[in-house]
Each structure stands twice: as C-alpha cells, then as structure tokens.
C-alpha cells in the first residue's frame, strides 16, 4: 500500500480527496470532464502555457492556508441597483442572496437544478470542452468534473439590472469550485457582476453562449486579499451580430490565473477582453487569452494593463487565431506594464496564427518605468511625489478601464483604484 501511495500522481492525489456529484443531466458531462483530465494530467512548469507561472499551489491535493482581511470598506458595486448571489467559501448563501426573480432571465443554482430536459445540459461542459484545442486547459476540465455548485442564467430579454455574483472568504483553508452556465437568446442583453475575495483557493468555470444579436457584459473585481490563490476560465462562444466584453480589475492575491477563450462563430460578431491589475510584493498575475476568428468580419480586442512594484510579476499570453475563410478580421491586442521598480518583472508572450488574406490584425507588449518627465511636471506644480505617481498610475491603466461599456461601473472602478492606490502610497 505504501508503494502505491508513492506511485500516486498529483492528478490522482487530487482526484481522490474531491467527491463528483452523481446523478442528474450533468452526470455524463462530469464523467467525460474526468476522463480528459486523467488522460491530460493537471498542469506542470514544463507545459508551453504555464512556463511563466508556477501551478503547484494550485495543483497540490490540499490548499496552502491563507488569511481573513476586513479592509473596512464598503463592497464593491454596493451603490448599484443590481441582483445579488453570495456565495460564502464557494457555498450559497440564501439569506444574503436577493430573490432569483428578474424579468427577462430565468436564475438556478447548479447544485438545484434537477430536470432531465434542463436547457443547460448541451452546455454544461460543451464549451469547455471545446476550449481544450489546441490548448489543454485541466484545471477547467477539474471544475467541470467536480464543482458543486454555480449559477445556470437563461437570459430571454433585456434585463433591467446586473446579476452580482458575490464571492466571500470565511475560512482560511476553504477551497472552492463553482461552474457558472450563462445563455443568451437572439437579442437578449445582461450584465453580469463578480467580485470579492472567494476562498483560500478558488477554481471557477463560466460558460457563456451569446446568440445572434445578444449582447453580454461582464465585470469582475478580483478582492484585495494578499494570500488568495485562483484560477478562473471563461469559455463563450459568439453568434452574428453578437457582443461579448469582459473586464477584470485584480489588487494583490498571491497568485492569479485568469484564462479568457473566445470563439467568433457568427459572421459581424465582436468580443473585447480586457484587465487591469495592481500587484505588490509577493503577487504573481498571470492573463492567458486565447480569441478564434471562424467568421466573417469579425472584430476582437484584448487590452491589458499591469502596475507592478517590490519584486511583483505580471504575465500575459494572448493569441489571436484567424481561421481560414475569416475574412475582413479586425484583431487588436496590446499588453503593457509599468513597473515601478527594479525588481519587478512582466512576461509577455503575444501571438498571431492567420490563415486569411484580407484581416487586419496587430499586437503590441510594452514593459517600463514611470515617466520621469511626465512626473517632473507634476511634481513642479506642487503635487506630491506619491499623488503624481497615482495620477500617471491611473492614466496608464485608463486603456483597459475604458473598455467598460456602463459609466457607472467604469467610474466605480476608477474610483476604487483611486483609493487602493491612495491607501498603498499612505
């Protein structure tokens, strides 16, 4: 026995101390999930997309112990009028939860949902799936497989207010997975909110279908919690005339992976991604994207910004991949980081695959310090050294913040890192 337990691989050890949901319309998409994972092992530092950031901690069968913050401030989106789902250590939360009620979208919990013909079952798992070419993604099959719990959304009209997914960190050896399933029909409009700090570590999985002419919103605050450890994925693909735009804002976190892939399915269709992290110290933030062109004039950004200071490391890897036919392609991405010191790092890996002839695609990765003559100025016209560093800090980051199509939110979160950046230089 003790000769076996030594032969034990890393994806065994972890599968053995998770327990799969049996039964129900996902049973067959779980089973497959484990098979690919089995067959695919989790991630090492020799895979082509983890070279730049180590998996251990998040591959390791239990989870490293990290610390409860109380910041003593007030939510994120506290001042919007929106729908909350509040999940505490990766479990729902009822009493803290609004009524899943809203018109033009129906709302259930995974782990509630029971009917054989239930809408979700060609989805749970199908995108994800899907998303594993050309690049394997196991901590997405791992979710996929096991995750209790998420939301499934069917969005049938314009919803009148955002669904805020609300994420808090109780217990500081929690370690959570959610699978979230999100379907727009023809013309249906959502905005979909995450924020808060999770669980010691997190796993999440999303899966969004936007149909011809729907149009889907995500905005994602990643908590200020210097221990936290995550993996998120969002899997969508885009019907004709579709729009996709996903936002993420990321302060601190002791590792961060966020993986975005994106399939342009319908011709006319658009899906911007984009980020904004600020990192300290003992902070590795790692964006891998991956955009499939297969229609005609479609279009797609990926815009990422990264503040990094004391030995902090940024990572991005996005590819853009025009199929053949895909013609009239409108591809940008531009990743860039500013490093307030010496000891700071950004790893950029940008990539273009085109196999059409009339696309206009472009990619650009910077890596710098601040503008000293840009600080100087301010600095002659009586501003502090720390107000002018946060000035040219959100200016830099603006690119990325723009993106957010709502003004509301976007000044929400410029105000936000107003203060994060104000309370870090106090």
């Known amino acids: ?9 890393p994806t065994e050890a972890m599968i053995a101390r998770l327990s799969m949901p049996q039964g129900g319309w996902a049973q067959a998409a779980r089973e497959d999930a484990l098979a690919r994972l089995r067959a695919m092992g989790l991630p090492q530092r020799r895979d082509e997309y983890w070279k730049f950031t180590r998996p251990d901690t998040l591959t390791q069968p239990e989870a490293q112990p990290a ?5 003593g401030e007030a939510p994120l989106f506290h001042d919007t009028d929106r729908l909350r789902i509040v999940f505490v250590d990766g479990e729902f939360d009822a009493e803290a939860s ?37 690049v ?38 929690s370690d959570a997975m959610l699978h979230h399933v999100v379907k727009l029909e023809k013309g249906a409009e959502v905005t979909l909110l995450e924020n808060g700090p999770a669980a010691a570590r997190f796993n999440t999985v999303m899966e969004v279908e936007v149909a011809d002419t729907a149009r889907f919103h995500h905005v994602r605050a990643q908590g200020r919690d210097h ?6 994925h969002v899997f969508t693909r885009l019907g004709s005339e579709s729009l996709f735009k996903s936002f993420t804002v990321t302060v601190n976190g002791a590792l961060t992976r966020n993986e975005c892939v994106i ?14 992290c600020v990192g300290d110290g003992d902070f590795h933030h790692d964006d891998t994207v991956f955009i499939t062109h297969d229609a005609v004039n479609c279009e797609s950004r ?38 307030l010191d010496g000891d700071s790092q950004f790893l950029a890996k940008p990539e273009l695959e085109i196999y059409a002839d009339d ?68």
């Open 1 to 9: 026995m003790a000769e076996a337990k030594l032969q034990e691989t």
């Open 263 to 276: 399939e342009l399915t319908g011709d006319d269709a658009s899906a911007h991604v984009a980020g904004a």
């Open 302 to 339: 990926q815009v990422f910004k990264k503040v990094l200071r004391n030995g902090a490391t940024g990572v991005f890897q996005g590819k853009i991949l025009v199929k053949e036919g895909a013609q009239k392609t409108d591809g940008y991405q531009i990743s860039q980081s500013l490093l």
């Open 359 to 426: 696309v206009a695609c472009s990619h650009g990765s910077t890596s710098g310090a601040i503008d000293e003559e840009a600080l100087f100025y301010l600095r002659a016209r009586g501003v502090s050294h720390a107000e002018a560093t946060d000035l040219l800090t959100l200016a830099f980051l603006a690119e990325a913040v723009e993106e957010i199509e709502a003004e509301g939110l976007r000044e929400e979160i410029n105000g936000r890192l107003s203060s994060w950046l104000e309370r870090r230089s106090s």
């Open 227 to 232: 221990e936290r450890r995550a993996a998120t």
């Open 67 to 71: 610390a409860i913050f109380d910041h």
């Open 136 to 173: 394997q993604r196991p901590l997405a099959a791992l979710n996929t497989a096991f995750a209790s719990d998420g939301v499934l959304i069917h969005v049938t009209g314009q919803v009148s207010k955002p669904i805020n997914l609300v994420y808090t960190h109780r217990s500081e050896t």
């Open 98 to 134: 609004d009524d899943l009620s809203l018109e033009g979208v129906s709302i259930e919990r995974l782990a509630a949902a029971d009917s054989d013909l239930h809408w979700a079952r060609d989805l749970y798992g199908a995108l994800e799936k899907n998303g594993q070419t050309p």
